[in-house]
């Protein structure tokens, strides 16, 4: 049964597992668990395909090494098909996103009282109801921001790259409106706006998608949680979750192959001029 009977209802029980552990750092709220989770499901991530690149062997791979191999070369062949210029830095990190991203959208599919049972487990059920955790990095905005920051960034030391500090500064002033003499001067505040806009719709779009997408699932397995309140709806509870479950598994990865996708995307416009 959940932990919400007895416990204030539903309400209560949501409420309790949409709080994040939090703590202050640089005079704001910190989120330790969206942040330890995070962390975990990288390491888990590097230390999987770092292994499997140091034992892969140019004979008979094992199941590992091809399943490895596998996703490697779908992404691989990902990236080749929307970024035609040098994709030796691209493939990785379009790798490092999606892996990443699934694993951390992964976590929607644990038990939404794992956390609190394994507290309970070690420090008894007092603790573990004042325990706050939320193990999916994904449902937390400020997951989904940082990732979608740290690509902004990279798509401008991508532009930079490709067409210098000057070009790219001159692009933002030029286009999308081309125009000539006196035009051009006026043209160029309205220019810069809206490649601002454009630049900045880019990373809040990516954040937001991935964010919305993934809380919308949490929050649909605490409303599903309900069902399980009673004997008499628990049998109907189990079936939804688990209905919602198998559907949600095509969400997690559609919803990290668009983040990967769409980085891709934005990294080979971002080296091409308007």
Do not use: C
């Not at 009282?113 to 008894?124: E, H, K």
């Not at 109801?129 to 921001?145: E, G």
């Amino acid at each position: 049964m959940s932990e919400q009977t007895g416990s204030g209802g539903l309400n209560e029980y949501i409420k309790h597992h949409l709080t994040h552990n939090t703590g202050e750092m640089f005079g704001g709220q910190f989120h330790f668990d969206t942040w330890l989770v995070s962390l975990g499901l990288g390491l888990v991530f590097l230390l999987w395909f770092g292994l499997a690149a140091r034992k892969a062997t140019a004979g008979v791979p094992t199941k590992g090494q091809a399943f490895v191999e596998m996703i490697f070369e779908f992404i691989d062949g990902q990236v080749k098909d929307t970024f035609h210029g040098d994709r030796r830095s691209v493939a990785p990190l379009a790798l490092t996103i999606f892996m990443w991203v699934v694993f951390m959208n992964t976590m929607d599919l644990l038990p939404l009282d794992l956390p609190g049972w394994l507290v309970q487990t070690v420090a008894g059920a007092e603790t573990a109801h004042h325990t706050y955790s939320r193990i999916v990095p994904t449902a937390d905005l400020n997951t989904t921001f940082a990732l979608s920051v740290s690509v902004f960034f990279i798509l401008l030391g991508h532009a930079i790259s490709a067409k210098g500090g000057l070009g790219f500064g001159k692009e933002l002033l030029t286009a999308p409106f081309h125009a000539h003499g006196f035009m051009a001067v006026v043209m160029a505040p309205v220019n810069l706006l809206m490649n601002i806009i454009e630049w900045l719709v880019k990373p809040v779009s990516l954040a937001m998608r991935l964010f919305g997408n993934m809380y919308g699932g949490e929050l649909v397995f605490m409303l599903i949680a309900g069902l399980m309140g009673t004997w008499l709806t628990f049998i109907p509870g189990v079936i939804a979750n688990s209905a919602w479950a198998i559907f949600h598994i095509l969400i997690i990865l559609l919803q990290a192959f668009i983040f990967m996708i769409l980085t891709v995307v934005y990294i080979a416009g971002a080296r091409e001029g308007h």
